[in-house]
């Protein structure tokens, strides 16, 4: 099975559906996945009917938006491993954060004082794993202030108040002054 970047399944290029993820990484991992490999999805980690997968393939083929039949396959596969009440949740969430572009409710938080440098909170509260990552965020303007409803572009910025930020396209952290 190919993992969600559609080479072989490796924990090595870190493109692995686990079941021990959370339902929100897992459901958000299997939107991931290229549009080609849905029906094999379906085929081999669900139990949906093959008539269902036909149809599916039929809906795909006809010009069906991938995205929401993806909806269909990652709500399964949250279902089979974490159940329905988590399906649900997951799918909730997916269409909260990446379609409507509003706050989760829930995100790791993390304390800081004021003055520190965001950089290095980061780093050794591991939400990033090295200070280059962070530069490379900042300078791809993949860090957003979301209560400022605003891009960090300085490097070298201070905590100075609570933050409520998202990293990249997935990561969110609340940052709390103390």
Known sequence: LEGTDGRKMS?????VISVIDTPDVMYSKVMEVKDDFIVKYFTLCTDISISEIENFKKELENGA???????????EIVKIYLGEKKALG???????????????DKMEEIKASAGELLSEVLVKNKILVSKGEWRRLV?????HDLEKNSTITDQNIKISENLILKLGKKKFVKILVK
Do not use: T
Not at 139 to 143: C, D, F, L, Q, S
């Open 90 to 104: 997951a799918e909730e969430n997916f269409v909260k954060i990446f379609q409507k572009k509003e706050i989760p």
């Open 65 to 75: 938006n991938p995205r929401d039949i993806k909806m269909h396959l990652a709500h």
């Open 139 to 143: 300078e791809g303007n993949g860090v």
């Open 11 to 15: 924990s090595s290029w870190g493109n």
